[in-house]
């Protein structure tokens, strides 16, 4: 079975540094994808970053990057220079490149303190 | 621009009453999916469609149904509402039937629902 772990209910950052958000999954795949979705209190869920398991370079997009332990299945998102919109819940989320469907962490709430 | 819509927002119903959310997608993906997202769950699949008259159960089907009768839409139905279906609802579509380039999932705005 997939499961996919956020041990951080909550997190606060003060604005402008760097905060780390942890991820574990467990999977028997060798192939697979990972994700980090965003979900302000707009509700809206937004892609943040990607991140193939073939590819042993992390994955990075602007202020976020992840780094990603395959052997520890572990997948962490950065967040550097912490802006007031990055306040949101943010679910890690596992793919299977053989199936189709997607298993989300239990999310983390981040709070961006001015 | 392409999107993805759930209507309506916000619903209140009582136990024992039909209530179908409806989702539609103009990105002309095949694989459409309901989620349901709980304080302590995460988002939990419900129910996915692979295309046109194609549906799956997911991990929490029971009390839910859906119908893919064209490309676009994807209605959820509750036959008889719950106390425990109260959630947020997330419709979500994407391109690739597995993930990989092109494999993003697409999400609506998600639609509340309170059962009484």
């Known amino acids: 079975a997939q499961t996919v772990t956020q041990s951080q209910p909550e997190m606060s950052v003060q604005e402008a540094e760097t905060v780390t958000l942890s991820c574990t999954y467990d999977t028997s795949e060798n192939n697979y994808y990972l994700f980090w979705y965003k979900q302000p209190p707009s509700r809206q869920m937004i892609l943040v970053i990607r991140?193939?398991?073939?590819?042993?370079q992390n994955a990075t997009e602007n202020r976020f990057s992840v780094n990603f332990q395959k052997a520890a299945k572990s997948f962490s998102l950065k967040i550097s220079d912490s802006q007031l919109g990055d306040t949101a819940m943010y679910f890690c989320?596992?793919?299977?490149?053989?199936?189709?469907?997607?298993?989300f962490g239990t999310g983390t709430s981040l709070t961006v303190i001015p | 621009d392409a999107e993805i819509t759930q209507s309506p927002r916000h619903k209140i119903t009582e136990t024992g009453r039909q209530v179908t959310l409806a989702c539609h997608q103009t990105?002309?993906?095949?694989?459409m999916f309901w989620y349901r997202q709980d304080l302590g769950h995460g988002l939990r699949l419900i129910h996915y469609s692979y295309g046109v008259q194609d549906t799956n159960k997911g991990e929490v089907s029971d009390g839910y149904s859906v119908s893919r009768s064209n490309t676009e839409d994807l209605p959820l139905t509750l036959e008889s509402a719950a106390s425990s279906q109260t959630s947020v609802y997330f419709c979500a579509s994407r391109k690739t039937r597995t993930s990989g380039k092109d494999g993003e999932l697409f999400f609506g705005e998600g639609s509340r629902l309170t059962v009484l």
């Open positions: 990105w002309n993906h095949n694989n």
């Open positions: 989320a596992f793919s299977p490149n053989t199936g189709n469907q997607f298993y």
């Open positions: 991140q193939e398991a073939y590819k042993q």
